[in-house]
C-alpha cells in the first residue's frame, strides 16, 4: 500500500471506477469500498491526537508498517464513522503483540480471524451491539470497524486470498468480526475488569477465532446441564486446539445461559475450571487420527487409550464473556491455537 496509490484520487471521484480499479488491484474484501480522497482520510484522522506518521508496527506476511495515517486510509474504505478510528487503532495494537501472532493469523491455512471485543463506555458511545444479532449484521460500528481490520491486513499486511491469506476455506468473519460484551447482563465482572482494566476504561480484547460455534440447550434449568453442553460443543476433534492443546477457546455466553450458570453460585472460575476437566477428547480416538505423537500433547502418555486430552494448558484458557439477546444460546469459538488473546485501552 501507498499513499499515492490510495490518497491521489480526485475529490468528484467516479465510485464505480475507483471501486473497480481497487477490486482489480486486489485491494478490497470483495465488497465495495469509500474510495479514500485525502478529505476524507484528513476527517477520519481528526479523530485522533497522533501523528498520522506514528506506526503501530509491521504486519505480516508482507511486514508494510500499519501507520496511523494507512489504518485511517483503510478505515474509510470500510465505511467507518471518524470517531471509530481509535477502537480501529486499539485493535491492531492488540493483535501486533507477539503473543497474538498476527502473522501466523493472516496467513494459516485455517479458517480463523481476529474477534474484537469491546469494553467500557464506549459500547454505549458508539453504539456497538452486544445484543441481539451481535455476531450479525445491522450495526454499523460493529460491520465497519471488524472490516477495517480486515483491510488493513490485506492492504498494509498484504493478506490476499490465495496469496499471502492461505486459508484453505476461509470463513464469513474474515469479512467482520466485532461485537461488544453486554456487561449489563453479565452476572460477573467484565471482561476487561478480569483483565486488569478498570471498569470505566474502555478496552478491546482480541482473539484469533474460528467462526462461532452454536451450542443450543433449551431445555436444562441448571448450570451443569448448560456445562455439560458447552463441553461437548468445545470439544470437537477437527479443531486446532483439540490438535495442538494449546491457545485458547473462547467462550460467548449468552444472557440467559449465563444467568443459569450464575443463579447456582458458579463464578466464571468455576465455569473454566469445569471446561478444563470436562472439554476434552479420548486419548484412543485422538491415536485413530495419528494425533497422540503431536508434540504438545507429551503431557499424556500416548500409549494410554483412556486418557482424557484437554483442549488448553489450563482453565483459564478459556475466554468467557456475555453477549447476545434473549434466548437459550451460547457460542464457542475455537482458536488458531498458536495465539494468545491480548486486551489494549483505547485512547482518544
Known amino acids: 500500500m501507498t499513499d499515492q496509490t490510495l490518497l491521489d484520487i480526485p475529490a468528484d471521484d467516479d465510485f464505480e471506477a475507483i471501486n473497480e480499479q481497487f477490486y482489480r488491484r486486489r485491494m478490497t474484501d470483495g465488497l465495495p469500498i469509500i474510495p479514500p480522497t485525502r478529505a476524507r482520510v484528513d476527517r477520519m484522522l481528526a479523530a485522533t491526537r497522533r501523528k498520522p506518521d506514528a506506526a503501530l508496527g509491521a504486519i505480516g506476511p508482507k511486514f508494510g508498517m500499519a501507520t496511523v495515517e494507512k489504518v485511517a486510509v483503510n478505515a474509510v474504505m470500510a465505511g467507518c464513522a471518524p470517531e471509530y478510528l481509535p477502537v480501529v487503532i486499539a485493535a491492531l495494537e492488540a493483535m501486533l503483540t507477539p503473543e497474538f501472532n498476527l502473522y501466523g493469523i493472516n496467513t494459516t491455512t485455517h479458517p480463523c480471524n481476529p474477534m474484537i471485543v469491546v469494553n467500557g463506555p464506549i459500547r454505549e ?4 451491539n452486544y445484543g441481539y444479532n451481535c455476531m450479525g449484521g445491522g450495526w454499523r460500528a460493529n460491520a465497519t470497524i471488524g472490516r477495517a481490520v480486515r483491510l488493513c491486513m490485506i492492504n498494509i499486511g498484504g493478506g490476499i486470498a490465495g496469496d499471502g491469506d492461505r486459508a484453505t476455506h476461509g470463513t464469513p468473519a474474515k469479512i467482520s468480526f466485532c461485537l461488544g460484551e453486554n456487561e449489563a447482563a ?3 465482572e467484565p471482561l476487561h475488569v478480569r483483565r486488569g482494566f478498570r471498569a470505566d476504561e474502555s478496552t478491546v480484547t482480541v482473539h484469533g477465532s474460528e467462526a462461532p460455534h452454536e451450542v443450543n440447550n433449551h431445555t436444562n434449568f441448571d448450570a451443569l446441564g448448560v456445562l455439560k453442553t458447552l463441553a461437548s460443543t468445545a470439544a ?7 490438535y495442538l492443546n494449546t491457545g485458547e477457546v473462547a467462550v460467548c455466553l449468552g444472557p440467559e445461559h449465563a444467568e443459569t450458570i450464575a443463579r447456582e453460585g458458579w463464578s466464571i472460575a468455576d465455569v473454566q475450571d469445569y471446561l478444563y476437566v470436562h472439554a476434552r477428547n479420548r486419548g484412543s480416538d485422538m491415536a ?3 494425533r497422540i505423537g503431536n508434540k504438545s500433547t507429551k503431557r499424556w502418555d500416548p500409549r494410554d487409550p483412556t486418557a482424557m486430552v484437554p483442549l488448553v494448558m489450563r ?3 478459556f475466554l468467557i464473556f456475555v453477549a447476545g439477546g434473549a434466548g437459550k444460546h451460547s457460542m464457542i469459538m475455537p482458536s488458531f491455537g498458536y495465539t494468545r488473546a491480548a486486551t489494549v485501552k483505547i485512547e482518544d
Open 236 to 242: 470437537t476433534l477437527g479443531s486446532n486446539n483439540s
Open 125 to 128: 458511545k458508539l453504539r456497538i
Open 315 to 317: 482453565p483459564e484458557d
Open 288 to 290: 485413530v487420527l495419528d
Open 186 to 188: 453479565s452476572p460477573w
